[in-house]
């Protein structure tokens, strides 16, 4: 890899409000390939700040692929071109000099523009807050042994625990589906002893409350698993409609 | 929202509109879609036995009776649950999304997903025009609906001239492949689609399900589009 700078061309959202119409804006960047994505962004800013023109506004956090709030649509995948990677993760070595690169926010109406590449994704802890929890009581941790939990419980729970509930499912979703985040979250709880308390009602409200914001629903085509960046699996949507069907039988 | 003191009879009315359960009512009624055309097909692949065995099925098919009906109007109640929850659930994925990408790239999914829909407005629009061919004959009635003739129990329907004849116009013919090609690919995702919806297709069943769509989407295809190519070259009824 050379280490000499690349001229980037940059096409990205710019939206000053939530009402107000956005447009594309054409920018042009010296990147270094060591750059994380988000440093050239930097660098596009402070070039802007120097200019005198209000920087490009992005959400960020961790930068180091825990938190999910580096949300962002690059050349039409969520996250970039890379598998299992956040934005923050993502390097300016998968480019090329002369490239452009086009970026814009997730678009779902449950997800409203707050500003440029920044989107309100409290629906989410919505959904969250609707039933993704257990109420059992928390105190100090437990021996290892005293609650069994199968292995294969354990790994699946553990694969679906991994959702940093970034939003990349619905913005990649062609319907703007949530389904894969609800139904990480069900299928993590609800595979676990711990989470059998609530597991009838947990998927209910859950499903309630994104219909409630407005998310489309799930035709099987596979976009969030491959634009994943936990890489968590489609098949929780199945659990999610086993579930579902599920509570659908309880008698209450 | 979400809540559990609602009356019951609320929260069972909100639990059978959400997006699953209109899903799941959309899978099932593509389940019984989907068995009714391998049904279908194999029925009509009769029609390579010769005028015989062809016209003997259909005798047989029309003098079900009562049963009849009740499978028309059994299958007519699937079709609109079928077209109901789709017009429904596809109302709302539009609407989940009003502002669209500048670019959005595909990785995982096909064609025939993406293309559902309009695949299955042709479809609605062949029904129709099938049933008023084949099973009303009020659409291309020269082409020898009223036929009839001499079977071992008396008087019957001829059923295979009607389908030589009809297939033998090669505007017809091709309608019919056109819409078994539109059929194929609607199968092809959907009768994957449908097994993950009811929440079938995990674990060991993953790879099966997944290949079932594709698998029937070629059977049903070749099988169906087999029959109007058979007339046209000759095949069957030249003599
Ligand atoms: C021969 C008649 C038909 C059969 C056998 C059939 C079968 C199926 C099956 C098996 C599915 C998958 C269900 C699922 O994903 O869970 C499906 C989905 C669908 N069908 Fe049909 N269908 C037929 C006609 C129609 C018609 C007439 C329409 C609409 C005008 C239609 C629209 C749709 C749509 C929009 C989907 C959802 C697509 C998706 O989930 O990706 N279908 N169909
Ligand atoms: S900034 Fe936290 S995941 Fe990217």
Redesign the interface.
Same mark, same amino acid.
């Given at each position: 890899m050379s280490d000499e700078n690349m001229d980037i061309k940059l096409?990205v959202?710019r939206q000053k409000g939530p009402t107000q119409a956005g447009y594309?804006e054409d920018h042009k960047v010296s990147a270094n390939p060591h750059m994380s994505f988000l440093e050239m962004l930097d660098v596009l800013n402070e070039q802007l700040l120097n200019d005198g023109k209000e920087p490009v506004a992005f959400d960020h956090d961790c930068r180091e692929g825990i938190c999910g709030a580096c949300s962002m +649509?690059i050349?039409?995948?969520p996250h970039g071109p890379r598998k299992g990677t956040t934005t923050c993760q993502l390097h300016m070595r998968e480019y090329n000099d002369g490239d452009e690169i +086009?970026i814009?926010p997730w678009?779902?109406?449950?997800f409203p523009v707050i500003k440029d590449l920044v989107v309100d994704r409290r629906a989410f802890d919505r959904i969250q807050q609707?039933?993704g929890y257990v109420s059992v009581s928390t105190g100090s941790s437990p021996d290892a042994n005293a609650i069994p939990i199968g292995k294969r419980d354990a790994d699946e729970a553990f694969d679906y625990a991994a959702c940093i509930g970034c939003g990349a499912c619905v913005a990649?979703c062609?319907?703007?589906?949530a389904m894969l985040f609800v139904s990480a979250k069900v299928a993590h709880l609800s595979l676990l002893p711990q989470g059998q308390v609530e597991r009838v009602?947990r998927v209910?409200?859950m +499903?309630?409350?994104? /219909?409630?914001e407005?998310?489309?629903?799930?035709?099987?085509?596979?976009?969030c698993?491959?634009?994943c960046p936990k890489t968590i699996s +489609? /098949?929780a949507?199945?659990?999610?409609?086993?579930e579902?069907?599920r509570a659908?039988l309880s008698r /209450? | 929202?979400?809540s559990?003191n609602a009356p019951?009879l609320d929260r069972l009315v909100?639990?059978l509109t959400?997006?699953?359960?209109?899903?799941?009512v959309m899978a099932v009624t593509g389940i019984a879609g989907a068995g009714f055309v391998i049904f279908h097909m194999l029925g009509n692949l009769q029609m390579f036995l010769g005028r015989e065995a062809y016209n003997t099925y259909a005798e047989f098919m029309q003098n079900l009776g009562e049963l009849k009906w009740v499978a028309r109007l059994g299958l007519l109640g699937i079709l609109f649950g079928h077209v109901s929850t789709a017009v429904l659930?596809v109302q &709302?994925?539009?609407?989940? &999304?009003?502002?669209?990408?500048?670019?959005?790239? &595909?990785? &995982?999914?096909s064609v025939a997903?993406?293309y559902?829909a309009q695949l299955g407005i042709v479809l609605l629009l062949f029904i129709i025009y099938h049933i008023l061919h084949f099973t009303g004959g009020m659409i291309h009635t020269d082409l020898g609906y009223e036929l009839v003739e001499m079977g071992p129990n008396g008087a019957r329907r001829d059923l295979y001239t009607h389908v030589i004849n009809s297939f033998s116009n090669p505007l017809i013919a091709l309608t019919y492949v056109a819409a078994n090609l539109a059929l194929a690919l609607h199968l092809a995702?959907g009768a994957?689609?449908m097994f993950?919806?009811?929440?079938?297709?995990?674990?060991r069943w993953?790879v099966p399900v997944e290949a079932i769509g594709p698998a029937f989407g070629v059977i049903v295809g070749l099988g169906n589009i087999s029959m109007p190519i058979a007339v046209l070259t000759g095949v069957i009824g030249a003599n």
């Open positions: 096409k959202w594309f +649509v050349d039409g995948a +086009v814009e678009r779902a109406k449950a609707a039933g990649a062609p319907n703007a589906s009602e209910r409200k +499903v309630d409350a994104m /219909d409630f407005g998310f489309g629903g799930c035709t099987n085509h596979g976009e698993e491959a634009s +489609v /098949d949507i199945g659990l999610l409609n086993r579902y069907m659908g /209450d | 929202m979400s559990g019951p909100k639990a959400s997006t699953i359960s209109l899903k799941i659930l &709302r994925n539009t609407a989940a &999304r009003p502002e669209g990408y500048y670019t959005q790239k &595909r990785k &995982r999914t997903a993406v559902m995702h994957t689609s993950k919806t009811i929440g079938f297709g995990v674990g993953k």
